[in-house]
């Protein structure tokens, strides 16, 4: 079965008949006959320098029958191509030698696959569907290993597969289908870096998409469900009139029992008998109990009654399921759900969600499948004892995703519509659901969640609970599942959620909205921009999410054709409007995309235009006057131009930050919209410009690249010649003599405000617990240089404990103040407590060297926690009456450390906001644990030796008045 060409020695006019990965053999007896291992291969000319090869593998493996276990024989075939360029694709066949008329007639066998080097290009073909067009691709690239290859698609090819991606009839579904195996399995779509020159180098990435894309739209148009992963309210909740008209009732738990067997040939202990749920009692298994919902109580026990379970049952035994005479295996996918006759049972791919009638025709004849009819289903529901059939059989339960399906086409699912309450499932694990044959009440039994599964306790709770199915009338044409289409703007809102909280263990909830883009692509391949938010609780059982009561945590994400995507990520709570964030909104322009942020005056809008390339690939570049307004802004100083500038840079970093592997990057690419012309010189101007307006920390900026084209246009020698004359010379902290080593440390220590800090200043003296386990400290006089004696430590090492932590804080968690936790993010560092319901922060958001310093401040009411400048006198009352402390000068400055730097910042305390290094230590050594003396005269650190052995020393350092 496997076909290989002979190798061409010199005969190079010769065609190449290349490789052939082996069609699927169509019998048990075919597929016997075949070698257990057959490789192959075949030189591959691209005209690059190199010849690398195509090959095929396959392999054969042959199970012999278990008469005892009702096993037939089987013939498991695995297949592998492998392309020039490192790309592969891998399919598998299972042929069973069963008896005749015990299993379903096999679909349509899997066809061959051709593989040729011809011409220097690569040609694929799928023989035997006439349908398939062959797939031509052309090198353009080598690099020194295979994984550097990149292909396109050739012109040709455009041209006959244009018409197949808008075909929906059953011969394109069939060749679609091939082709999104082929393709969008691996082979060679995977994702290549774009290449500024090769406008079409992305073109077999884009064809994978397109693929996918048509394929949707074929089982849309065939009543398929499209999107099988999640129910169609939570892909598009706007589409209410696609919903039916389910109700459920308050759950009522009524009793125990333990987990069912997993033998599918038992009998269920768990039935329905006029309009009563019946218990089989787990004990003896020889009585049961029947509950009556309407009346909500329970029967008397009398003995098992099973009559009529048999009758209905679906059981499925090791030979496959009794149908008539025979017994016949469903196709694996599938599971049955309900006995419709003696002949006939309805199966359920819950992966599909497709509902399939197996049945043994009348007069004899081999099993076939066919589509369930509604009188049917109706009919064995009513009769039956209990199923997940629900709407008179138009519906069918899932349990396992809370959800119910369509039986009959157009499929699609929806989520069960629970109400979230306290006493809902939440994130319970269902099983063993039953509908009564009336479809009024439905009983399941309920697991535990899974954080608070105890393998003690197997017990599952029997809930009973209502069912209400209104009218409802399936809609003659299939409903897109697709999100709902938007003929304005799309808009990214502002963080803020108005929905009922959520709890940590329900499901994300989810809300899209996508518009028509007009980017000049073929106009039979159509491109919308699609916006998600995706809306999450925070886990209260998490210590780092235990501050977040009530909140949310909400991802908003702009996706547009070419990989492009934006990102925001907020937190919030019910009702809170109170972000600074204002609205992004999208407009698709003919050719262009532009982005802005609503309500920031003169916003320059982020236009892009689109490079269009086969089958929709599209490349991004800035449009000119983009570029033109930034220069316009950039030359004023005014608030609101430095307003429009910022909030223009935080759009960019939307896109920065999402990293997006997408058509035609590599995963270690990122295509940022800031790569964009000079785009990256732009948003340094920006970050300049800011600096020079708020006094942030100035030597960030002077090492602005000043030479190219970008920087003349953006005036960037100018701007860092400003940035220079911002610096000022360090004159604080003049030094009286030279630093002192006043002894050596086993490891760095503990200082305020820490709850028990292990260094700290105490009436003028230098502090230090013992490091020997002793529980003993001393203390050294800077004034006359001398340690005193070892004395038992003490509980209060100064006065003010308030000013220490109550309890200790881990960056990005919660922040113990006032008595409540406050969620802290790991851009927000904490430096002083100042009372016992204020603390000052620095937020290094903008940069661990452009700190700005802010007071989290909490109310002695119930009110809002409050965010507000500091003050010079409440810094310099908490550093005069605390341990030691970042605060010197009366209060004006503040100790910075950011991390990765050796030595710590000395940064004034309030607008605006400068920072200079403190030339503490030369760069043999690193700096920590630094801290003033409460009345400013003295500055206590560690000093590490970068060099082994890597001694640690403790330093003390005179300090003249800061003027």
């Given at each position: 079965m496997l076909i290989l060409s002979a190798p061409l020695d010199s005969a190079a006019e010769a065609p190449s008949q290349g490789v052939v990965l082996a069609a699927e053999p169509s019998t048990f007896a075919e597929a016997k006959t075949l070698p257990d291992k057959l490789t192959g291969s075949a030189a591959c000319d691209l005209g690059l320098g190199k010849t690398p090869d195509i090959t095929v593998f396959q392999s054969v493996d042959v199970r012999q029958a278990i008469p005892d276990f009702c096993r037939p024989?089987?013939?498991?075939?695995?297949q592998k191509l492998s392309l020039p360029d490192g790309s592969h694709v891998e399919r598998s066949f299972r042929i069973v030698d069963d008896a005749p008329g015990t299993q379903l007639p096999p679909p349509p066998p899997r066809p061959r696959i051709r593989v040729r080097c011809q011409a220097r290009r690569l040609e694929l073909s799928v023989e035997g569907v006439p349908e398939a067009p062959p797939l031509t691709l052309e090198p353009i690239g080598i690099g020194v290993s295979s994984a550097s290859l990149k292909f396109r698609v050739s012109r040709d090819s455009e041209a006959r597969l244009l018409p197949l991606l808008v075909r929906d009839d059953a011969g394109a579904r069939r060749a679609l289908e091939e082709w999104d195996f082929l393709v969008g399995k691996g082979v060679p779509s995977r994702m290549y870096v774009r290449d500024a020159n090769l406008p079409e180098a992305d073109s077999v990435a884009g064809l994978a998409a397109a693929f996918e894309r048509a394929r949707k739209r074929v089982a849309l148009a065939a009543g398929d469900d499209p999107e099988q992963d999640s129910p169609r309210d939570v892909l598009a909740p706007d589409l209410e009139g696609d919903r039916p008209p389910l109700k459920t009732g308050d759950p009522e738990t009524i009793g125990e029992v333990q987990p069912p067997e997993s033998d599918s040939t038992a009998d269920s202990d768990l039935f329905w008998r006029q309009g009563r749920l019946c218990v089989v009692q787990q004990d003896t298994g020889k009585r049961m109990r029947c509950y009556d919902p309407a009346a909500r109580r329970w029967g008397k026990a009398v003995a098992v009654d099973r009559s009529g379970l048999t009758a209905w049952s679906?059981?499925?035994?090791?030979c496959g399921i009794p149908l008539g005479t025979r017994n016949v295996r469903p196709p694996e996918s599938f599971r049955p759900e309900l006995r419709l006759s003696p002949r006939a049972v309805l199966l359920w791919n819950r992966w599909a969600h497709e509902a399939r009638v197996m049945e043994l025709p009348e007069g004899g004849g081999p099993p076939r499948l066919r589509?369930?009819?509604?009188?049917?289903?109706?009919?064995?529901?009513?009769?039956?004892?209990?199923?997940r059939l629900l709407g008179e059989g138009r519906f069918i339960l899932d349990e396992d995703r809370k959800q119910f399906c369509s039986v009959r086409r157009p499929l699609g699912c929806w989520s069960l519509p629970w109400d979230g309450r306290p006493e809902d499932e939440g994130g319970n694990a269902l099983s063993e659901a039953r509908v009564s044959p009336d479809g009024r009440w439905i009983a399941y039994l309920r697991g535990p969640a899974p954080s608070k599964v105890d393998s003690d306790d197997r017990m599952l709770g029997l809930v009973v609970r209502s069912l209400e199915f209104g009218p409802y009338v399936a809609p003659r044409e299939p409903v897109s599942t697709a999100p709902r289409l938007v003929r304005t703007d799309v808009v990214m809102e502002k963080p803020a959620w108005g929905g009922p909280a959520l709890r940590w263990n329900d499901d994300d909830r989810l809300a899209r909205a996508r518009i028509a883009c007009d980017l000049g692509q073929d106009p039979r391949i159509p491109f919308e921009l699609e916006t998600t938010l995706t809306v999450s609780p925070y886990n209260p059982l998490d210590p780092a999410d235990a501050c977040h009561s009530g909140w949310v945590k909400l991802r908003q994400e702009l996706t547009a054709p070419g990989g492009l995507k934006f990102v925001r990520r907020a937190s919030a709570v019910t009702g809170d409007s109170r972000s600074s964030e204002g609205d992004v909104k999208v407009r698709c322009q003919p050719g262009r995309l532009s982005l802005w942020v609503e309500g920031v005056p003169g916003f320059p809008a982020?236009?892009?235009t689109a490079n269009m390339g086969a089958f929709g690939a599209v490349r991004w570049d800035l449009a000119p006057e983009t570029e033109t307004r930034l220069q316009a802004l950039l030359a004023r100083d005014d608030a609101p131009a430095l307003e429009a500038l910022d909030a223009f840079a935080r759009l960019v970093k939307l896109n920065d930050d999402a990293r997006v592997v997408s058509y035609g990057m590599k995963p270690d690419e990122d295509g940022h919209v800031s790569r964009m012309g000079c785009l990256a010189t732009a948003l340094e101007a920006i970050s300049a410009r800011r600096a020079l307006a708020d006094g942030a920390h100035p030597e960030l900026h002077v090492s602005l690249k000043t030479d190219g084209?970008?920087?003349?246009?953006?005036?960037?020698?100018a701007l860092q010649q400003r940035l220079q004359a911002a610096t000022l010379p360090l004159r604080v902290g003049a030094v009286k003599g030279k630093a002192e080593v006043i002894g050596p440390v086993r490891s760095i220590p503990r200082i305020p405000p820490e709850r028990q800090p292990q260094l700290y200043w105490r009436d003028g003296t230098l502090c230090m617990a013992q490091q020997d386990g002793t529980n003993q400290m001393r203390c050294y006089d800077p004034a006359v240089r001398k340690w005193g004696p070892a004395v038992d430590a003490q509980d209060r090492p100064f006065p003010r404990e308030d000013l220490l932590l109550k309890?200790?804080?881990?960056?990005?968690s919660c922040y113990p103040v006032g008595g409540r936790s406050i969620p802290i993010s790991d851009e927000v560092r904490d430096v002083l407590p100042l009372s016992p319901r204020a603390s000052l922060f620095a937020d290094t958001s903008r940069g661990a060297l452009s700190p700005e310093f802010k007071v989290i401040e909490v109310p002695e009411d119930a009110g809002p926690v409050r965010t507000r400048a500091p003050t010079v006198e409440e810094l310099a009352r908490a550093a005069r009456a605390g341990g030691g402390s970042a605060s010197l000068g009366e209060g004006r400055f503040l100790l910075h450390v950011s991390k990765n730097e050796r030595s710590p910042w000395l940064c004034t305390a309030v607008r605006p906001w400068r920072c200079w290094k403190l030339p503490l230590e030369s760069e043999a050594y690193d700096v920590r644990a630094a801290m003033a003396s409460p009345d400013g005269r003295w500055l206590s650190y560690v000093r590490i030796a970068r060099e082994k052995p890597y001694p640690e020393e403790l330093v003390v350092l005179p300090l003249t008045p800061i003027p």
């Open positions: 024989a089987e013939a498991v075939i695995t679906p059981r499925m035994g090791r589509a369930p009819e509604a009188e049917e289903l109706k009919k064995a529901m009513l009769a039956s004892t209990g199923s982020l236009s892009l084209v970008c920087a003349e246009r953006y005036g960037m020698r309890s200790q804080y881990d960056s990005g």
